[in-house]
Structure formats: C-alpha cells, structure tokens
C-alpha cells in the first residue's frame, strides 16, 4: 500500500496538474494556489531502487541544487516512533544527509483526514549550502522524546502545500532572503561590538582613578 502513496507523492512533485488536485481536492483556495505552484517549477522524481537503499528514501527529488532524499510515512496515528528497521533508516538518511550535503526529508501521510493531509519534517543535517541551506529554515525537525530520540508528529510537520510554496519560489526570491541574512548578520555584529566597546568603556571609568593613571606611568 506504501507504493499507492509514493505514486501520488510522486505525482504531485513531478507537476502533474491531476495529481495535484487529486491531493488538494477537499483543500480551500489558498492552499490550492500554493500547491499548485509546483507545476510552475516541477522536480524530477525517482524511485530508490528497491525502494530502501540505505540513506536513499523511497523518493528522490532533483531540481536545480536542490535533492531531496525522501521517505514516505502513511499512518493512522498522528504520531509515530522510530524503532528497530524504521530507526535504521532514520540513522542511514542522518548519515547520508552528511556525507553528501543532503536534507532528507520524511513526508507523512495521515489517512481519513480532509484537507491537506501530507506533512513534512526534516533530518538535520550540518553540511546545507545555496538554496538548500535556505529552505531548510522553514521546514521542522523531526521532534525529541523525552529521551532525545527523534520521532514523527504530524501535527509538527509543514503542511505540503505550504513546503511546495517554499520550493518553488523564484531563484531571485532566494538570493534577495540570502542578501537579508547577510545583511541582518552584519547589523548584530555591528551592534555586538558597539555593546562591548561601550562596556569597556563603562569598566574604564568606574575603575579607581589612582588605579587608572598608573597604567599610564613610564
């Protein structure tokens, strides 16, 4: 049954028209135009050979510098844990995301619900760049237990259609929210270092006069 919604994934990441208002059929207007995005900017889908090669996900999704390892969940349960094979492939896209600069990405597909029922989250991964690095802001991790053990929550994921906007944004739209990033980092920098110039200063002055001018003797 897995393979039943690999395929309507996959469709909808491909742009198919049908496939994506198959999805977003009991979804409202808004979420429609933003899932209909991606027929705009379409990826090329494919299935991981045998569908589980390790670190591979059932899905892998190419556009652009963005590949996006994909392991689809179909659940009744809003919430799943990882345990025995399900935990090893956790660890295998974790260990993959890595090695090749990835952000694998599980997306869960809760079943008898309307509306969007897709939800993805995030395997963090510390090797992101270019636009990658970008999106991977917007999108959840997987939550902790109270054990620090990742797991799935459905009602933390993104929803898709508002992951497919993300996606599919203008390349311009990246580099002018890279441009801000930039920017805003060099204005707390700035600031940083006013605050500490201005804390030194302060220390100066309420030291001991006789204290301060000794410094000053040859």
Not at 14 to 29: D, F, H, L, M, Q
Not at 122 to 142: C, E, F, H, M, Y
Not at 186 to 196: K, P
Request: charged content about 30%; aromatic content about 6%.
């Amino acid at each position: 049954m897995a393979s039943q919604y690999e395929r309507e994934l996959r469709a909808v990441l491909i742009g198919s028209p049908e496939g994506v208002r198959a999805v977003t059929r009991s979804c409202n207007a808004a979420e429609k135009a933003r899932a209909m995005q991606v027929i705009r900017r379409p990826f090329l889908v494919v299935r991981a050979a045998g569908s589980g090669v390790a670190g591979a996900g059932d899905l892998l999704a190419v556009r652009g510098d963005i590949s996006l390892p994909i392991e689809v969940k179909t659940t009744k349960d809003k919430k799943v844990y990882l345990a025995g094979r399900t935990w090893e492939q956790y660890l295998d896209l974790q260990k993959e995301g890595e090695r090749c600069g990835l952000m694998p990405i599980y997306a869960m597909r809760l079943k008898g619900v309307r509306g969007d029922s897709w939800r993805i989250l995030k395997v963090d991964s510390t090797n992101l760049t270019g636009s990658l690095s970008i999106i991977a802001r917007r999108i959840p991790s997987l939550p902790l237990t109270r054990n620090k053990r990742p797991y799935l929550d459905w009602d933390v994921g993104l929803p898709l259609h508002k992951f497919l906007a993300l996606l599919c944004r203008d390349e311009d739209s990246y580099s002018q929210t890279a441009e801000i990033l930039r920017s805003r980092t060099d204005e707390w920098a700035a600031l940083e270092e006013a605050r500490v110039t201005k804390n030194k200063i302060q220390e100066r002055r309420s030291e001991d006069p006789v204290e301060w001018m000794k410094k000053f003797r040859l």
